[in-house]
């Protein structure tokens, strides 16, 4: 055997198994904070961006500006470098990653760097029928109206993909700025069939104020549009003797836009009427709002089972997170033990793993901040979901939290995810507010078999300038879970042991498995 071929006889990780994303042998830098530091190669550095990046948000050490100025060079340097692979991180961005904005603006920026894929790249990005609105409304507003032609044909490639009748009700509102007629008329999307291209005269005639042709096309071809026409006719004062659930769902109303015809908040029976025909994600969002109107046990308990079964949950592509922000938002003990189940079946990547793990879960002033200005979930409380389930599902775990010092967090194995995130979320401060590895594993790292480091990698030096994580021996493998997309990084990612995953899914640690049963990891698209 080679002596760069040997395996751990405690891990069965093979010294040169190697992940995706890279850092740059020859080209270093500092962390914001001042810290010996790699850069990546230009793959490495866009993939990390772009799961970790919400357009126009800003960050702890990096302006919305920057940052999304930051996302389309990369966009346009890796075009340049290899389009092909261009066009499979877009679709996995919208399909697996689940994010929005990210593949929008990167589709949009590939076709503007003259990327020979364009229309198919640009329709990979859309899966939700108000997206194809997004892509004209960016494009426009960065290199004006004069729409090249892979845009306009990937967008009409979507628009009719996603264009009915409960889409077009949903996301066609009169405020929008950009309207699906504008999509129509623009891309010149042809119908797929008779039904569709009634449904877009609708939305034309719709559009440019032509009631009573549009009343005429939907009562003609469009059954769900017409019903939903006979109950904006329903007079104010009488539409709530008409809260059936059937009727409703016939009619394609959701839970926003039946608060809007009702004129005012949604009571227990309105609520009972809506949520047979309500999403996962809607349901989610809304506890609060069903103990507030105080829906029945009954009722509840089907909401439950709906929220805890697997399937419904891998179905949703929710982030693990969004169960805590559930939780904590309703607190509800008839809630706690469906949201419970569904984090463990949104973790359920997270692996089971052999011999002894130290995972370190950064809980520093840059990892407080909110995920996004419409949320209140720090980031620290999605890095707890990872670090906790790793620590509840492992064999032999040590779990800390580390900022400036450590402080450490034991996870019973019968434990609730909910409650100890919530309860490791519960000791932010006890470390201080700085972030420095190198010190932290000085004071954690005891022969142990793999190190996890959930964190945004950007922290201070230690005392003697070294690598942050020259304490863990090269033959250690040490995955560092990057919650922040920055450019530099203290991982010289790439190199045997040496690994660098990013993102707020857990589709991430299926990686792990592949490097902790001997095999190299890929690009997940």
């Known amino acids: 055997m080679s002596k760069f071929d040997r395996i751990s006889k405690a891990t069965g990780v093979t010294a040169m198994l190697t992940s995706p994303v890279r850092a740059l042998r020859n080209v270093r830098t ?6 010996p530091a790699y850069v990546r190669d230009v793959k490495s550095e866009l993939f990390l961006l772009a799961v970790t990046n919400l357009a126009g948000e800003d960050t702890f050490y990096e302006s919305a500006a920057d940052r999304d100025e930051r996302f389309r060079d990369l966009v346009h340097a890796a ?11 877009v679709p996995w961005l919208r399909d697996t990653a689940n994010l929005r904005s990210a593949p929008v603006v990167a589709a949009v920026e590939y076709v ?9 790249v640009v329709d990979s990005a859309l899966q939700r029928a108000d997206e194809p609105a997004e892509v004209l409304a960016y494009y426009t507003s960065r290199y004006g109206r004069a729409l090249p032609q892979p845009i306009k044909r990937g967008v009409a490639d979507a628009a009719r993909r996603l264009y009915t009748e409960r889409a077009a009700l949903k996301y066609d509102g009169v405020s929008r700025a950009w309207r699906m007629a504008d999509v129509l008329e623009l891309c010149h999307v042809r119908p797929r069939d008779e039904a569709q291209s009634a449904l877009f005269r609708w939305l034309l005639d719709r559009r440019h104020g032509r009631a009573a042709t549009a009343t005429a096309t939907a009562t003609a071809r469009l059954p769900v549009v017409t019903a939903h026409t006979a109950l904006q006719a329903i007079p104010p004062g009488e539409r709530r003797q008409h809260l059936d659930a059937d009727t409703l769902a016939a009619a394609g109303v959701t839970w926003e836009s039946l608060a809007g015809w009702l004129g005012g908040p949604l009571g227990r029976t309105a609520w009972e009427a809506i949520i047979p025909s309500t999403g996962y994600m809607a349901l ?20 439950a089972a709906k929220l805890a079964d697997p399937g419904e949950v891998r179905r949703s592509r929710q982030f693990p997170f969004r169960f805590v922000a559930a939780y904590r938002n309703a607190p509800s003990l008839r809630w706690a033990y469906a949201l419970d189940r569904a984090l463990e079946a949104a973790t359920a990547n997270v692996p089971a793993l052999a011999g002894r793990t130290l995972v370190l879960v950064d809980t520093s002033a840059s990892m407080r901040r909110a995920l996004s200005a419409r949320s209140s979930m720090s ?3 999605a890095a707890a979901v990872f670090g906790v389930a790793l620590a509840k599902r492992g064999n032999d775990v040590d779990l800390y939290g580390f900022a400036d010092g450590v402080f450490a967090h034991r996870v019973p194995p019968a434990a609730s995810l909910l409650t100890e995130v919530g309860r490791l979320c519960g000791r932010v401060g006890e470390a201080g507010h700085g972030t420095r590895i190198a010190e932290s594993l000085r004071t954690t790292y005891r022969a142990h078999d793999r190190v996890v480091i959930v964190t945004d990698l950007q922290t201070f030096p230690d005392a003697g300038g070294n690598d942050a994580v020259a304490r863990v021996p090269a033959q250690v493998p040490v995955y560092g879970f990057n919650l922040g997309g920055y450019r530099p990084t203290v991982l010289a990612a790439g190199r045997a042991n040496r690994h660098e995953f990013g993102g707020l899914g857990d589709g991430t640690f299926t990686m792990i498995g592949l490097l902790e049963e001997g095999r190299s990891a890929g690009w997940p698209f």
Do not use: K, Q, Y
């Not at 500092?30 to 810290?35: C, D, K, M, Q, V």
């Not at 506890?287 to 507030?292: P, Q």
């Open 30 to 35: 500092r962390t914001h904070e001042g810290a």
């Open 79 to 89: 075009t340049s470098e290899d389009p092909e692979w261009v066009t499979r991180l």
């Open 112 to 120: 503007h760097a003259g990327g020979p894929f364009g229309r198919r």
């Open 284 to 303: 989610l969002r809304n506890l609060r709002n069903f103990d507030h109107a105080g829906v029945s046990d009954a009722v509840a308990e089907r909401v």
């Open 379 to 381: 980031a620290i409380e």
